[in-house]
Each structure stands twice: as structure tokens, then as C-alpha cells.
């Protein structure tokens, strides 16, 4: 059996929800996928991840894990960019990794490719991510050894024949990317499958105020149907999910795609699930960034204090129902995911962990929001797009204890205050405590009122 590939025979593998095992559940569901792609015998079906941050080069990994040794059915590729270095100390930590796991050794060994970390940790030798991830190490998750991956630099050599594409860019990078994709996909005679995993919006304000979510900047970049693009997203770590911790998401699209996806897709650690409601879901797993670097920020300036952190909570938490109110006709079926992933993110996601470390005076604002060792930070250019767009005038409701309108965000304090912290740069870190602690603020349950009772829901917002 290839290496690659090791302990995928005694694999079990959810079908319907109910569980089968070995290879025979894998292979039928290979089968299906094939099916539906019109692929002929020799012609594999052909996976390739764009982006090898933490999260996109984990999902490859679990695909690699399952459906790797049926190589003349299933052809599974990563494409990062080159020529990204390693520094030593990173280097020093991933032979410290690699010599704690007898397993990771051996296989190393095995590949003949230990030696170039002895090098790269003694200075004698430059690794780079592209070559490490080879090996199974991807820079933003050093701790966490991942399978061997084949990833190609080269990204027309990557995308040009894909039939699925799974997006692990971070939104702030998706329109560049796929813009160039697109000129290879100019002779297509089909259009492809693409799942994004990316958690990010942009706020496009002319010619009326709307949010452009990371499917909507690859359809309008390369021309594939929105029926042909979904989304997966839910309350994820992806260290955890490649060491199997319980996990589950959701895959959101066309029916024609994501049922089958979601069976694909659906391991016995990781539950897929499927829903038709795409850009909504995509935009909560962008809102919740928003508030998980302020959740940080008052985790590093009140020393952990569970009881701070609950009276963040109380007032994130009113305002993420209060923005849901404007862009959900049926918010309430987004309470569940939307609470899920807000609660896992503020746990142990890199937005609070960003947030703690500007507070603690570790990181600055001028290091920029894409951070070594974790990659980019995208609650930052959510708060911009969130702010911008609900301070649009053109949107106003009524102001509770004023007889006026106001722009939504002027019932929305914490994304105000991060807004002048993250963006303008008027005000330190601790002016998140001083938001929270005005003794003009009001009861969070007000706010929860207003979106409840009143009629705020701006179609327009997100215009599907």
C-alpha cells in the first residue's frame, strides 16, 4: 500500500449517516462522485486545493487519508505558491516536531528525506513550504503533522483539468487568484465544482450598498455558475479535525452538488451536513471573526476574567443577532451554526488569539494582518466591510431612545469601537473595556428587541 494512503483500509466511512467499513464504502462513494462527472475508466477524478494555509492543506490531507489509494480512480493535488522560505527557528521547531513522532521519523526516513531537516535545523540547507508540505508540514501548523501531499507550484499545471477545486485562500486573496484561473479555464468545455472554505466578505457600495461574499468574487472572476460553486464552513479547528477530534460542517449550495458532496465529504470523525442557504452561511462564518478578536482583546486586559469575557459575550452576541436581523429573512435557522462557530472561534481560533496578542502588546498593527506561523488574520477586513457597509445611511432604522434614524451601525458599539481600534487606529486596545463598561450602554436585550420586533431585514444586503 502506498504510504500516503496507510490505515485507509480499516477506515469506516458514514454513508446516509449510518456507518460501513473498509475500502468497499470508500470506493462506492469514488463511484458516485465519478459518476456524476461523466468520467470514463482511466480518467481519474481530479481534486486539487488552491491555498495551503492550516485549514485548506488539512482538507486535502483528509481527502488524501481516504481516498488516496485508489489512485486510478481519485488523483488528489495541492497548489501553493513558491518560493516562501522557512526561517531557522521554524526550522529548529519542525525538528524538534518531527523527532517527537516515531511514526513522522520513519516515514521520513523511509522517503529518504530526513536529512534535509537535520540541514535545514543546523543552518546548512533553506527549507521552503512548498517542499515541507510535501513531506506533510504545512507553515501555519507546524505542530501538526499532516499525510505526504503532491503539490504542484505551478498553477495552471494545477487547475487547468480539475474537476473539483476546493478554495483555501483567504478571501482577501480569492478574486486575484481565480482572475488568473480563469484564463486557463478559457477552452472548458464543462465547468467545474468549487467548494470554498474561506471565511471573509468585502462591502460593495455603489450603485447600492451590498456584501460580495468569497463565492460570489469566484464566479464573477472566472464565470462558473453560482450552482457550481458552494461553500463548507462550521465550528472548525483544523489541527483538531486532522487529529480526529468530533467535528462537523456544512456544505452549502445547488442540490444537484451538495448532497453528494456532503456524503463525499463525510467521514466517521467529520459529519457533513448540507443546506441550500450559500451566501447567508457564508457571511455568519465572516461576522464571527469580526467579534472574535474584540472576545481576545478583553481576554488579555482582564486577565481571563470569565466574568469580562461573559459581558463581552452578552453584547457580541446581541449585535451578531441584530446584523443577522438585517441580512436574513429567517435568522433564527442561523442561531445554531452562527453560535456554534462564534463559541469555537473565541476558544481557540486565530482572530482571538490575534486579538490577545495586540492587547498584550505582542503584535502591532503595522505587522500587518497576515501573521507567521498563522497565516491571515480575516476578522480585520471583515470589520472594515462590516463597518462600511452598515454605516450607510441608506439603510437607517429607527434609534430607540431617539426620535431619529440612524445607520445600522450606530446600534452596534463593539464593531464601532474595533472599527476605530483595527482600521482608523484612533484608539488603543482597552478601548474595547471602555465600550463595555459606558454606563450609557444599553441592555444587549434591547438591542435583540429591536431586531425582533421591528422591520429591519434589507434584502438588498446580500441580493442572492
Not at 466578505?201 to 460580495?212: K, N, Q, V
Request: aromatic content about 8%.
Amino acid at each position: 500500500m502506498d504510504e500516503t494512503s496507510e490505515g485507509v483500509a480499516n477506515n469506516t466511512a458514514y454513508s446516509n449517516g449510518l456507518v460501513q467499513s473498509g475500502n468497499g464504502a470508500l470506493e462506492e462513494k469514488i463511484d458516485e462522485m465519478r459518476r456524476l462527472f461523466g468520467k470514463a475508466d482511466g480518467d481519474p477524478l481530479r481534486i486539487v486545493g488552491v491555498g495551503a494555509g492550516a485549514w485548506g492543506s488539512v482538507f486535502a490531507a483528509m481527502l488524501q487519508d481516504a481516498y488516496g489509494s485508489f489512485r486510478n480512480k481519485v488523483q488528489i493535488r495541492i497548489w501553493r505558491r513558491a518560493g516562501r522560505s522557512v526561517d531557522r527557528a521554524t526550522a529548529e521547531h519542525l525538528f524538534e516536531v518531527i523527532n517527537s513522532r516515531e511514526d513522522v521519523l520513519r516515514r521520513l526516513i523511509r522517503r529518504c528525506a530526513y536529512l534535509k531537516y537535520v540541514e535545514g535545523r543546523l543552518g546548512d540547507r533553506m527549507l521552503y513550504a512548498d517542499e515541507i508540505l510535501k513531506d506533510g508540514f504545512c507553515l501555519n501548523m507546524i505542530d501538526t503533522p499532516l499525510c505526504p501531499l503532491k503539490v504542484v507550484t505551478n498553477l495552471q499545471e494545477a487547475v487547468w483539468d480539475a474537476d473539483i477545486v476546493i478554495n483555501g485562500l483567504p478571501s482577501t486573496e480569492t478574486r486575484e487568484v481565480f482572475e488568473e484561473i480563469s484564463r486557463y479555464w478559457k477552452e472548458r468545455i464543462a465547468d467545474p465544482v468549487i467548494i470554498s472554505l474561506a471565511k471573509g466578505i468585502e462591502a460593495e457600495l455603489e450603485p447600492e450598498p451590498r456584501i460580495i461574499t468569497p463565492t460570489q468574487m469566484i464566479s464573477r472572476a472566472t464565470g462558473v455558475s453560482m450552482e457550481n460553486i458552494l461553500y463548507l464552513g462550521g465550528p472548525n479547528i483544523a489541527s483538531e479535525i486532522y487529529n480526529k477530534e468530533y467535528a462537523n460542517a456544512r456544505i452549502c449550495g445547488a442540490e444537484k452538488w451538495r448532497k453528494r458532496l456532503a456524503r463525499f465529504l463525510r467521514q466517521p470523525h467529520f459529519i457533513v451536513w448540507d443546506n441550500g442557504d450559500l451566501v447567508t452561511h457564508e457571511v455568519m462564518g465572516g461576522l464571527k471573526n469580526v467579534y472574535a478578536i474584540g472576545a481576545g482583546m478583553v481576554a488579555a486586559l482582564t486577565n481571563e476574567s470569565a466574568t469580562s469575557k461573559s459581558v463581552y459575550f452578552a453584547h457580541c452576541t446581541s449585535e451578531m443577532i441584530f446584523i443577522t436581523h438585517l441580512l436574513a429573512e429567517e435568522p433564527e435557522k442561523l442561531a445554531g451554526p452562527l453560535l456554534a462557530d462564534t463559541y469555537v472561534t473565541l476558544l481557540k481560533g486565530r482572530n482571538a488569539w490575534y486579538g490577545q496578542k495586540l492587547a498584550k502588546g505582542e503584535l502591532s498593527l503595522d505587522m500587518g494582518d497576515s501573521i507567521k506561523g498563522k497565516g491571515m488574520i480575516q476578522g480585520v477586513s471583515a470589520v472594515k466591510a462590516f463597518y462600511e457597509l452598515l454605516g450607510q445611511s441608506r439603510l437607517s432604522i429607527g434609534h430607540p431612545n431617539e426620535n431619529n434614524h440612524v445607520a445600522p451601525v450606530e446600534l452596534c458599539p463593539i464593531l464601532k469601537t474595533l472599527y476605530k481600534i483595527l482600521i482608523l487606529r484612533e484608539l488603543s486596545s482597552d478601548a474595547i473595556l471602555q465600550t463595555l463598561r459606558d454606563e450609557t450602554m444599553n441592555d444587549p436585550r434591547e438591542r435583540i428587541e429591536i431586531a425582533q420586533s421591528h422591520a429591519i431585514y434589507r434584502p438588498s444586503l446580500l441580493r442572492k
